[in-house]
């Protein structure tokens, strides 16, 4: 069996989230309720509850979001969910399949739990129909983006870091990631932004950093502002990237205006989107330059609406809009 990550583009069938639950709950929950939402307005919507939480989530989310319970130990999505691939064949009919990554709480941190969170990936793969597709990899989906014809953007922080998979060559990963995506080809890219190697943080996730609207074509994160350390991490990324990828076509799309809060540098990032059915939603802070993001997301996927909800009760609690969803690819549209 050949599997294929599908770029994130091409039709879905629904997107997969994760409601609210232990720490992540309180605050936070109108926004989780705001992005299902948002996504809700392009397509189906299916919302993993803990039990212990489906009453405030049927009061926000209301008849239109689909739930379905499960205990859980956190509530995002793209990292303790599945990967959703499709087989590749003329002869499969659009098979779906589900990798089930190792999750260790983003590399066995000491805050993180994770012993509902594991087992997460395979109920998602049941509900959805889809083949398991077993990894002893340990990674997380928002530590990938992948343009749909083979190509990965992957952190060496992330997959080859030591709380992960420390005895891990690159050849290894990259052998893996064709087993299970479909690589043809990965592009290691050498860290994310600094914020995210707080106690907190991913320790690199490229989904905040790096994404590809289409083959050929790279967003990239750019911190315009010489006093934040993202500006020299930024340029760094933007000189790999040309160098790794001569002939791809490289935009910046520059970090909100604000720069700081009560922790630190911020790493709030307009790269940490969703596409979805004929739509983009997106972040935004109320920020000067949330309207130019937003402009340039629309330049970026012509012909889709794109909505901004404010991330930052999301990015407070360290990811974004694209962290706490996962797409399901259609059947046959690969």
């Known amino acids: 069996m050949t599997w294929r990550m599908p770029l994130e583009g091409d039709p879905h069938a629904c997107t997969w989230m994760a409601f609210p639950t232990g720490g992540y709950a309180g605050d936070a929950d109108e926004t989780w309720a705001a992005v299902a939402h948002a996504v809700a307005r392009f397509e189906p919507v299916r919302m993993v509850v803990d039990p212990s939480r489906r009453a405030r ?23 303790i ?14 098979r779906l399949g ?29 509900w ?33 870091g ?3 998979n420390p005895d891990w060559p690159a050849e290894r990963v990259e052998a893996e990631l064709a087993r299970t995506l479909g690589a043809t080809r990965v592009v290691w890219l050498d860290r ?13 996730h490229v989904d905040i950093v790096a994404t590809m609207p289409e083959p050929g074509v790279v967003l990239l994160h750019h911190q ?11 340029a760094a990324l933007e000189r790999q990237l040309e160098t790794a990828l001569p002939g791809h076509r490289i935009h910046r799309l520059p970090a909100p205006a604000r720069l700081t809060d009560a922790a630190g540098p911020l790493d709030w990032s307009y790269v940490n989107h969703l596409v979805c059915n004929g739509g983009v939603v997106a972040c935004v802070f109320d920020d000067p330059r949330d309207a130019g993001a ?17 991330a930052r009760p999301l990015f407070d609690r360290g990811g974004g809009i694209h962290c706490i969803t996962q797409q399901q690819p259609a059947r046959g549209s690969s």
């Not at 937003?294 to 404010?310: I, Q, S």
């Open 98 to 126: 589900a990798v089930d990554w190792v999750f260790n709480g983003w590399g066995a941190q000491a805050w993180a739990t994770w012993e509902h969170d594991r087992d997460i990936a395979r109920r998602v793969a049941e």
């Open 162 to 164: 030591e709380g992960r």
């Open 81 to 94: 969910g599945p990967t959703f691939v499709l087989a590749d064949g003329a002869d499969e009919d659009g």
């Open 128 to 160: 959805a129909g889809a083949e398991l597709v077993p990894s002893e990899l340990v990674n997380e989906g928002g530590g990938i983006h992948v343009d749909g014809t083979g190509l990965v953007l992957a952190t060496r922080t992330v997959q080859l």
């Open 192 to 204: 994310g932004l600094t914020r995210d190697y707080d106690e907190y943080g991913t320790r690199g």
């Open 294 to 310: 937003l402009d340039l997301l629309r330049a970026a996927y012509p012909g889709r609406e794109v909505v901004g909800v404010d």
């Open 57 to 79: 989530a049927r009061d926000l989310l209301g008849a239109e979001i689909e739930l379905l319970e499960a205990p859980l130990d956190d509530a995002w999505m793209r990292d």
């Open 224 to 234: 315009p502002a010489p006093e934040h350390p993202d500006h020299e991490v930024t």
